[in-house]
């Protein structure tokens, strides 16, 4: 039994800090609504308790915060308080990314021993999650491919952008490849971007992972996409050019998967891993672009419109870095072209923005 006797809320998250009667700092965390709606609270917070006892309990890791006590009825779970780590975003955002090359690469080795550490346990995870609750594996590990099926490249037609069967041929391989990872099928958080790890600001980084409401398994390659294009919270994330003054920055993309190879020997292989990250960073940015509609009734200078041609010319630099899917390289690079006629407010050099630039400041 944990008694709680007095607690702060950590805002803008459903998520506080507390203290038991025994003088311990926990984190309390409660059920609540999400943005993302495709799962009920209470099956977001069974989800959580599940996968953090999986890791902790059932792989004894330490990759993520252990999980004390739930009560599931009323919407409420204790986790372990893993200060005085702080969320990687923040210092990025306050020092620039040349003073947290150390945290990026503990980030992307976290993020690549998730992997390597729970590839072949789906079975195992799903007979501890359904203890819980219903919950549809396939679903999980589809993620956005089903609706990209049924949607194909329709976004390309109201840009005007023409999309050959050539194109449509790769879009089905890569879309396949995502829907049947073999051995690169994983346990992901379900949001692998930079504000969901915590690191240590001083000393060595000791990097753990948070939020796994949406955790599910899934191709592993979807938690490097981060690393390669831009995620909702920035303009750029290409870690190869210097940043003002600096050395160059680590490849963290390397990082991850080396760290996943431990697991998953086939990362090692150029092109099993070249198609599937292409495939990945490719299905990610066809996502982004189902915002098209809404951006186009923001105002001009909206900095999400730069930021989602940064995205599309960023998937297809990945692609055409690894040697792969040039066809869909190919129409990235010239849906991000139409882009920046239709909005010359995002006609931008996004190569002049430093690596980690917020999308808002």
């Known amino acids: 039994m944990i008694n709680v006797v007095e607690w702060t809320r950590l805002e803008p998250w459903r998520v506080a800090r507390a203290r038991t009667d025994r003088g311990e700092s926990v984190i309390v965390k409660w059920a609540g609504p999400h943005v993302d709606g495709r799962h009920t609270e209470a099956w977001r917070l069974r989800t959580e308790v599940s996968a953090l006892r999986f890791l902790s309990e059932d ?99 109201l840009l005007g952008v023409p999309v050959t069967g050539a194109v449509e041929r790769e879009f089905a391989l890569a879309l396949a490849e995502l829907a049947d990872p073999g051995p690169f099928l994983a346990l992901s958080n379900g949001d692998p971007e930079s504000n969901n790890v915590l690191v240590r600001a001083d000393g060595p980084p000791d990097a753990r992972l948070i939020d796994f409401e949406f955790a599910g398994f899934t191709h592993a390659l979807h938690d490097a996409v981060c690393l390669h294009v831009p995620g909702p919270a920035w303009m750029r994330v290409d870690l190869t050019a210097r940043c003002a003054g600096s050395a160059p920055l680590p490849r963290v993309g390397e990082v991850y998967r080396r760290a996943l190879a431990a697991g998953v020997p086939q990362a090692e292989d150029e092109r099993l891993y070249g198609r599937a990250l292409a495939a990945a960073c490719m299905a990610f940015a066809f996502v982004r672009l189902w915002r098209l509609q809404t951006l186009d009734r923001r105002a001009a200078g909206d900095a999400s419109r730069a930021q989602l041609v940064s995205t599309l010319e960023a998937a297809a630099c990945a692609a055409r870095e690894h040697h792969a899917l040039p066809q869909l390289a190919g129409l990235c690079q010239r849906l991000a072209e139409a882009l920046r006629r239709r909005w010359p407010d995002a006609d931008i050099d996004v190569a002049a923005l430093e690596p980690y630039t917020p999308r808002h400041r």
């Not at 252990?66 to 306050?94: F, K, N, Q």
């Not at 040349?98 to 550490?117: I, K, M, S, Y």
């Not at 007979?127 to 590990?141: K, N, Q, S």
Request: positive net charge; hydrophobic residues 45%.
């Open 59 to 157: 792989l004894r890791v330490d990759l993520a915060p252990r999980v004390l006590a739930e009560d599931l009825l009323a919407g409420r779970v204790i986790l372990e308080d893993l200060a005085p780590r702080v969320a990687l975003d923040g210092l990025l955002r306050r020092d620039g990314v040349a003073a947290h090359a150390e945290r990026l690469e503990a980030f992307a080795r976290a993020r690549g021993e998730l992997g390597a550490v729970t590839a072949g346990q789906a079975e195992r995870y799903y007979r501890r999650r359904e203890r819980l609750g219903p919950v549809d594996a396939e679903a999980d590990r589809l993620g956005h491919v089903a609706r990209l099926r049924r949607e194909g490249l329709s976004q390309a037609g």
